[in-house]
């Protein structure tokens, strides 16, 4: 059965590309029948915090990424990594090492200096059993390397870039033991990933350089070899390495701002892997990226990461959304700018439901409400200054905008067709278009030029609230002429 794996070290906010690795490797083991678990990567003590691994379940979770083992914890099976090691180690395939740091920085410098690549020169591998009790019983620090195979090559065929061969003696006997007894990553990883019983490794390709060390290990354990498959970088609009320079990099900070988990999860499954379909197609569902998914077909080169291409798709999945789902998800925005109260009642949900029924289509992102909708919540305080030089400057306006009032007060019911039917025969009366009246009509309401259909908004913003706002608009632009 295939079983994958995420396994992110708990040292920082969890990245898109962690998340990115993430959702491909549930996809492969969804598309499969597999499973696909959860470990967590903390064997550096120091890095490692829980806050981190707290934000690696939130994450996976928001994307619906659930796991059906884990999440296990490296710290907690430091005994096995021991027992691994040491066997390697009495079958001749590790060895003490009892260089010190100093020593062994000294040796790198040299080494830099003559040209050559800084590697570990293996002086610990050759050390005579009475030169090693000799150290030991001094009480030296000691570390456990990997003797790696000094003649011949590590080959494999990975499933996104074919075949990568290395030559084993540009690989150098590195440290699976540190001195305080923990492993290091490849050694954890390979030993985990066994117990794991994983059939396929899909990490970054900044793992490469790692494999070739991995499979090495996997032979001297007697372990059987896994699949791999290394995805291509993220990368920023200017083809250089993600980073925060580029805007961005860490999941949450995407949900925080108001993109949908459904709009994120499309958006990174496309970020190396095309799912065909038709030509310009890039919309696809849960299900059919499932279905589709190919992890051979991945392409090897870098994936461009377009915040642009993020926030359209979450305009589509926002514009897509149950309206009673989208609202729930809007309301801490609202709280946020204070346009509803920290507990709602009835007659604020329902308003907040109604108004964002009608910008939806203008968001992006979920933190677009406020300033989408506030007009609905409260009297506009100022009105857009171009607006008010092109509608406001008509003589009559103050008096229009006082008789639509007027005419508005007195109806009795105050739907959409009622509200336009009275507001264009007040236009036809004074024998001018109907446009001339909406546009200063709707900054008097709103305080501004754009957005939803005007008799739609009034309904929802109500007669009074509109009357008052009509009002308080041709006083103060009475007031505003007389000044001129
Ligand atoms: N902890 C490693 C990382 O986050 C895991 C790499 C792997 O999947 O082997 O990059």
Known sequence: MVRVRIAPAPTGALHVGTARTALFNWLFARKHGGEFLLRIEDTDKERSRYEFVEQIIEGLKWLGLEWDEGPFFQSERLQLYRQEAYRLLEEGRAYLCFCTPEELEERRKQMLSQGLPPRYDRRCRCLDDAERKKLLNEGRKYVLRFAMPIDGETRFHDLVRGEITVRNDEMDDFVILKSDGTPTYNFACVVDDREMRITHVIRGEDHIPNTPRQIQLYIALGYELPQFAHLPLLLGRDRSKLSKRHGATSLLEYRNMGVLAEAMFNFLALL???????????????????????????KPSGAIFNPEKLLWMNAHYIRQCDLDRLTKLCIPYLKGSNLISENPNETELKLAQRAIELVRDRM??????PSLCDYFFKDPIEYDPDGVRKWFAQDNIAMLLDELAQRLERLLSFDVATIESTLRGLAQEHGISAARLIHPTRLAITGRTIGPGLFELMEVVGKDACVRRLRRCASWVRASQKQA
């Open 272 to 298: 190396g892997w095309s799912p065909g379909g038709s030509e310009g197609e890039e919309i696809f569902s849960r299900d059919e990226l499932i279905e589709r998914f190919d992890i051979t077909q991945v």
């Open 364 to 369: 992006k992102l979920l933190s677009d409400v």
